[in-house]
């Protein structure tokens, strides 16, 4: 069945690259003028990009919502994926409903320099997991313990919530923080 999922996840970053890079306009700059540009670019709402704060206060409107197996709405529950991409949707920033892919939007950026509106990425559960498998939205600012909302399967207090990485499993599962904003 992994092999299976791997298959599927290959398959359709192939198609996301595909559709990518067939929708820019001819004037776009080309790939490798891009290098430092986030994957996901944003859209311009109502003539402003959307702040960190706006981000992370609208994701914040989420708490308490279910968890739900790949649920992307308020209505049917989120998984982690599906809460980042609903959130940032709402700003009109393209993000994949995968955690595979989601630890290839934007830039990487170091733990220590991990601002609100970050997309922080993990690994699964399983000991020795070293695929991304979580992930969630920043809300503490640098030199802060590292927070995060996500929406969490966690048997006791599962949905919409906020975690701490330092002193947790999350520190162990650690990936990459990733900036759109």
Known sequence: MRYVWICFLVLAALL???FAGTSRPASA????????????QVALVTGTRPTPDSVVAFA?????TNYCYAGSTPATGFDCSGFVQYVFQEFRVAMPHSTALLIAVGRPVTR????????????????????PGHAGIVVSEPGQPLKFIHSS???RE??????QVEGTDYERRFMQVRRVL
């Open 153 to 155: 399967s966690a048997r």
């Open 60 to 64: 914040m409107r989420q708490l308490g």
């Open 112 to 131: 220590e320099q991990a601002r609100r509106g970050d997309i922080v990425v993990f690994t699964g559960t399983a000991p020795g997991a070293a695929t």
């Open 29 to 40: 700059p080309g790939p490798s003028q891009q290098s430092n540009l986030p994957t996901h």
């Open 158 to 163: 599962s949905g919409v919530k906020i975690s």
């Open 16 to 18: 996301v690259g595909y």
